[in-house]
């Protein structure tokens, strides 16, 4: 039986948000922002091929450290609702890179985004 791979990384996504103006220069030629959520420092932004991560840093927050997730790296992914008793839902990305857990606030709808991976990864959209 394979061993569980612990979390390389863990995100929480507050709500929705307007995609960010300065997200232009991390753009590459073509690539479209197609939303975008508050993190709990920072900003989320799905593209039409990959998930970009920016985390501010320090006291500040003037340093950025920005991840940058290809769609093509995803191997496998999970997405679970919200319940009763525990209202956020959670995406989980298995990657080439590790295991990421995405903790996602009430009121973001973890099937648009489940929908969203399953369109890039399963149609080959953008690669």
């Known amino acids: ?21 300065d997200i232009g220069p991390v753009l590459i030629d073509g690539e479209e922002p197609i939303a975008a959520y508050k993190t709990l420092r920072d900003s989320a ?8 991560v920016r985390d501010a840093q320090g006291m500040t927050g003037k ?20 319940g009763m008793i525990d209202f956020n839902s959670e995406l989980e990305l298995w990657t080439h890179a590790g295991h990421i857990k995405v903790k996602l606030g009430r009121g973001i709808d973890v099937r648009r985004l489940d929908s969203l991976i399953s369109t890039r990864i399963l149609t080959k959209a953008g690669h």
């Open 63 to 82: 340093k950025v450290e920005i991840y940058s997730l290809p769609y093509s790296s995803i191997i496998m992914w999970s997405s679970e609702n919200a």
């Open 45 to 52: 932004v799905f593209t039409d091929r990959r998930l970009i």
């Open 1 to 21: 039986m394979p061993q569980e791979l612990s979390v390389l990384t863990m995100w929480t996504f507050v709500s929705e948000c307007p995609i960010p103006r």
